[in-house]
């Protein structure tokens, strides 16, 4: 039997592949609108000219070019592409030049289908003659995100530091407009300042990001904090806390939830959604637990060579592991310091919660595990609910389902499925205004602890 390999599949090798982008305009599927400007603007401080597409607006396309068995995800960036491509080559006429162009769509290694995204959308931009030169790179969990393959050394590792710091910066914008939104004074006041504290922050991450000084950055942090806080009007009474788990993209991408977080709030919600920083943050300590085991399996052996090798994989993802840690911590603080938004979930914490439990287990990996591990944690950090936001289809999140549904509805803690894929369900509003009464009925009822860690009743 032949096995399929480049001969075959040579598309997939020539214009599916890592390469120096340096002098390419990159384009970035738009996913978590604060993270995505961050991430282009990390690019452009280390002289990669990265482009947020316009997203969702050719959604349409993304489903024509599909058959209807892929993850929504998939559709949502295919339409992406297919869309910009289209608009910049009806703008450019003939001065269209497709090779100037790299579409940048990450990957992940297995078990689910997020590792063959960028291979089936190269089929499908190879059936347009204009887009076939089009090249797709991308960064991979398999070696934790790195870019070493992608922009020159010395780029890269600025890049790697400066990102991980946006990113967190990301999810504290969020969490700062979570925290204060639902109370604002004035319908908007939240949401356009902080637009101008994005801004602030682009311009500060292009000007000094390439020197890594970051003292001007975690100080807009710290001001948005206080100048948030002053925008609530204390006289209401706090609302009942929701946690958003589930995919990350569809969780974090406000036109694929049918932004989510607004109409929950809407319905008298405070809403959190689990953090971009929490996924990064366990690819790198879960790649630490497998080298870990690596060791011990090595010193089981006795075997010297395997042993070295181990360590010498498992010390610089150790210190990267405790490097994330400190950062998240060091740029949270700046935050607390003025409002009391939420901290991000320890991964260590998650995993203890699951071995504890007996639930579910890393070993098994994908999302599940930190949705599982997140849910649980927010029945002792006083949350009256919690939303599984997922594509429809979604493997790891219909595990995750499983598992949470029986579990939270046995512990009396609100709980509702959210599927999406680009469909509107008219049902969908009544469901989730259904699942925020019995939110407050929970928070009423004193079943929610209080929001300083005491632990929520638990009926088990
Ligand atoms: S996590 Fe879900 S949506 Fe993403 S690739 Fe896997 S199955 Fe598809």
Redesign the pocket.
Known sequence: MTVPGKQHFGRFYDQVKQFDVTGKTLLIPDMAPFASRLLASSFHAVGVNALIMETYKGLSLGKEFTSGKE????QVTLGDILYFLRQEKERLGTAFAPDQYVYFLPEADGP???GM?NKMQRLVLDRFEEFRDVPITYVSTRNSYSTVDIMPAEAASIFRRLCYVTIIIADILDRIAWRVRPYELRPGLTDSFMEKALEALVEEVELKGASLELKGLFDIVEDAASTAKTFIDTRQPRRPLIGIVG?I?VRTHPDSNQHIVRVLERFGGEVVVASIGEWINYITYDMARDQKRRVKLALLKKDVGLLRGALNDLIPTQIEKYYQMARQRQIYNRALKHLDIQRDHAISMLEKRLDKDRLYSFDIG??SALSIGAALEHLHEGYSGIVNV??F?????AVCTAVLKPLLNKMRMPYIDAPYDGAIQPNREIALRTFLHQAKQHLESGNSGNRNGKAAKCHT
Do not use: A, K, L, N
């Open positions: 993850c929504f995800p998939c689910c289908r997020f995204y995919e993209y994908t999302e997922y594509p289809t979604c493997m790891p999140s």
